[in-house]
Every structure is written in structure tokens, then in C-alpha cells.
């Protein structure tokens, strides 16, 4: 008899990542089901009063309360660490709570923060509003600037931050570098690894002590749930931030769980779809007479394309753009669309279309959003499923008409 037929504790190290990707942190029930079920519960019954206080007192293994553990979560934790290949997963009702969680398990009054500049928005806010209430500092650097990094770090400085690719230009940080610059000062490298996904960089392979997700964007892939994750080791992620977890309760539901597996099981299929169609577009902007300057790290022309192509497996779904003519030339492209949705989410099968000057970088002042590279003629497109051609064509009518 299979091991798995009922209880599947296969060790999946072995297997490719799309073997693991569809596989992984399934525990078959005695029903024989084939799918994930989706475990709808809030409490779990226990064979007695003796099991109850052994199960509270942590002494035996198993399922409490679904706060902190619910099969279904508990599968998607285990396929999401099997893909990034850390030894623990915790995931959170949203990629906000996943770095929130992060920092309230990892750090305290007193410790500070290195980040990068570029990061998303309400993570500057959850860091400088309400970190910074509790007496954790951030300082911010360039992602590109490995001496900004440096000069940046204190002696209590207990966490360096980034994303890489940046949101909107697609600026990288240089992973195994800045884990040894971490490391050298005792610090903790975390990575948003939300752009890239497990299928086109694995940040711990590289270095870094954490990873982080927003698993609203391309874990689900289909832009339906609100989601995140923190993966890492089992003394830091497995106690610490599953510690804050477990009590402060910002836990995903189940049924999100089960979209985001079912998301898992097709993500290297769309990630690379999404990289390919992104190419494409990217060398087509390129040559468009209308266009200034096209951000995508796959593009030979990206400042960074070498550190891409070593740090990264494939380039990813997200292209920007800058059009000769400012604001009133970029609205003119985004409003002469009829396919793409003018939606500042990403990660969808449906293909978004940002002004990110006016939107997502809108509360920034124009000097701000001048050092940071944002232009005012700048569009960001993250690239979905449709045909490419499509989306090409949908862009070429604005594009045209401007030239
Ligand atoms: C969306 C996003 C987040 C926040 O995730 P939510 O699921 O919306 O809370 C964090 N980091 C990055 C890079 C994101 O794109």
C-alpha cells in the first residue's frame, strides 16, 4: 500500500519544481478524495480529555483550532515552502499581514529597518506609521546602490527589506550580495518575492534568511482572493512570526487557501506564459516611435539584464513604459484600450494597464516621484493569458494615434 493513501509524508525535495508545485502538502483523507478538500472548521474534537491537554500543551501534534490550524491552510503552507524550498511556511490573510507579521515576530522597540525605496506603498506606510509608533525606524535606500545599503546600516539594524524587480521600473536588487551584507552585520535579508514567484526566483537558494508574498497576485493567478505567506526556517518563521500568528490571528481563510493551491498547481505554466508574452510586447514598444524608454528586465537594453538573467529564471509579466508627451500622452494610450483593464492589480489573467504618477505613486510629491524615475509619461501594463498580439494591438491604437 502507497504511503500516501491516507496520510502523504512523501519527502517531494526530489521532484522538479512544477512536479512540486501541483503535489506538495497533500494529506489524503480516509475518503480516498483526489482533490485538496477544503476543511470548512472552525475547532477539531479530540479521542478524549487526556489527547485535548496533550494537543494544547503541544506535546502531540495535530489540528486545535482553525486560527492556527486547518489542514487545508496547512497544505498550501507546505506546497509554498516546498516551491521556495524553506523549511517552514506561515501563511496570512494578506501579503500586508505577511510582512506586518514578519516584523512584529522578528523585531523589536528599538531595532531598525534597511529598506529599499521601491517598495509597495502601504508597506512604506505599515513601516513608517506604525512601525515607526512602536519604535522601529526604517531608513530607505536605492535597491541598486549596494554602498547605499552599507552606509545605511546601524548597529541595531535587524532587517533589510526589498522587492526585486521594482514596482514600476523594474529595478533589481542584487539577492546574494545584499544576504552577505546582511549577514555580515547580523541582520535578516527578507525578500517580497511577489513579481517573481518561486518559479522565476528563489530567493534563500540565493541567500536570503525570508521570503514574503502577496499571494493575491500570482499565486492565485486569477485575481480572486486576498492572500499572503512568509516562508523561511523553522526558528524564525516556523516559531517567531507562526508565534505572532497564531495569536494575533491575521490567518488566511481556508477557502482561500484552496484557490491559492489550485493557483500553485498552474503557476510555472503561467509564469512563463506571462514571461513570453511580456518579451514580446516589451521588444514591440521598443521599436514603437511614440515610446521613450521601455523598462523590462528581460530587454538587453535593461541596465541590469546580466544580474537578471543570473538571479532570475525567466523575466516576469510586468512591462513599463515612458511615452514622448507626459501625463496627457499616457491617459490618451491607457483611454484609447479596449481590452486591457485599467486596474492598478497585477498578477491576473487579465491584463492590467496603470498610470502609476497619478495612481499608485499618487500621494508622492512631483520631486519625489522625479528621484524615484516615475515620469509622468510612464505606463505600466502587467502582462496576462490573453493572446499577445491582442494586448499589442489594443496598445498600438493609443500608441499610433500619438505618433
Ligand atoms: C500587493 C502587494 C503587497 C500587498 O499584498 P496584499 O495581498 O494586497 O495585502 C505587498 N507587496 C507587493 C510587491 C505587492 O504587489
Known amino acids: 500500500m502507497r504511503p500516501e493513501t491516507t496520510d502523504m509524508t512523501q519527502d517531494f525535495s526530489k521532484y522538479r519544481l512544477a512536479t512540486r508545485a501541483v503535489r506538495a502538502g497533500q494529506r489524503r483523507t480516509r475518503e480516498g478524495e483526489h482533490a485538496e478538500p477544503i476543511f470548512t472548521t472552525s475547532s477539531y474534537v479530540f479521542g478524549s480529555a487526556q489527547e485535548a491537554a496533550a494537543r494544547f500543551a503541544g506535546e502531540v501534534p495535530g489540528n486545535i483550532y482553525s486560527r492556527f490550524t486547518n489542514p487545508t491552510v496547512r497544505t498550501f503552507e507546505e506546497r509554498l515552502a516546498a516551491l521556495e524550498g524553506g523549511a517552514c511556511c506561515v501563511a496570512t490573510a494578506s501579503g500586508m499581514a505577511a510582512i506586518l507579521a514578519t516584523c512584529l515576530g522578528l523585531l523589536k522597540s528599538g531595532d531598525h529597518i534597511v529598506s529599499s525605496q521601491s517598495i509597495f ?91 514574503i ?24 518563521v516556523g516559531g517567531d512570526v507562526y508565534g505572532f500568528l497564531r495569536t494575533a ?54 541596465p541590469q539584464h546580466e544580474l537578471a538573467s543570473r538571479q532570475q529564471s525567466g523575466f516576469g509579466g510586468i512591462v513599463s513604459f515612458e511615452v514622448v508627451g507626459g501625463q ?27 498610470h502609476p504618477a497619478s495612481t499608485t505613486h499618487g500621494r508622492l510629491s512631483p520631486e519625489q516621484r522625479q528621484e524615484a524615475g516615475i515620469g509622468d509619461g510612464l505606463i505600466r501594463v502587467a502582462v496576462g493569458l490573453e493572446d499577445p498580439l491582442d494586448i499589442q494591438e489594443d496598445l498600438a491604437r493609443g500608441l499610433d494615434a500619438l505618433g
Not at 493567478?221 to 486576498?226: D, K, M, N, T, V
Not at 490571528?249 to 514571461?275: C, D, I, Q, Y
Request: hydrophobic share 45%; with cysteine.
Open 121 to 211: 506603498g502601504s508597506t512604506t506606510v505599515l513601516f513608517d506609521n506604525y512601525l515607526g509608533k512602536l519604535g522601529i525606524d526604517t531608513s530607505y535606500v536605492r535597491l541598486d546602490d549596494p554602498a547605499a545599503w552599507e552606509a545605511a546600516i546601524r548597529p541595531e539594524t535587524r532587517l533589510m527589506f526589498l522587492e526585486t524587480p521594482s514596482n514600476p521600473l523594474t529595478t533589481l536588487g542584487d539577492i546574494a550580495a545584499l544576504a552577505e551584507l546582511a549577514h555580515a552585520h547580523d541582520c535578516l535579508l527578507a525578500v517580497d518575492n511577489c513579481f517573481c514567484t518561486p518559479a522565476l526566483q528563489q530567493p534563500l537558494a540565493l541567500g536570503a534568511d525570508i521570503v
Open 213 to 236: 508574498h502577496s499571494a493575491t497576485k500570482y499565486l492565485d493567478g486569477q485575481g480572486r482572493c486576498i492572500g499572503g505567506a512568509v516562508v523561511g526556517d523553522a526558528e524564525r
Open 249 to 302: 490571528g491575521p490567518s488566511m481563510s481556508p477557502f482561500n487557501a484552496w484557490v491559492f493551491l489550485k493557483g500553485l498547481e498552474t503557476l510555472e505554466l503561467r509564469m512563463r506564459a506571462h514571461s513570453a508574452a511580456a518579451a514580446r510586447l516589451a521588444a514591440w514598444l521598443e521599436t514603437h516611435p511614440a515610446v521613450a524608454r521601455v523598462y523590462y528586465p528581460g530587454l538587453a537594453s535593461h
Open 328 to 354: 496627457a500622452a499616457a491617459w490618451q494610450v491607457i483611454d484609447a484600450t479596449e481590452l486591457l483593464s485599467i486596474t492598478a492589480n497585477l498578477g491576473d489573467a487579465k491584463t492590467t494597464i496603470t
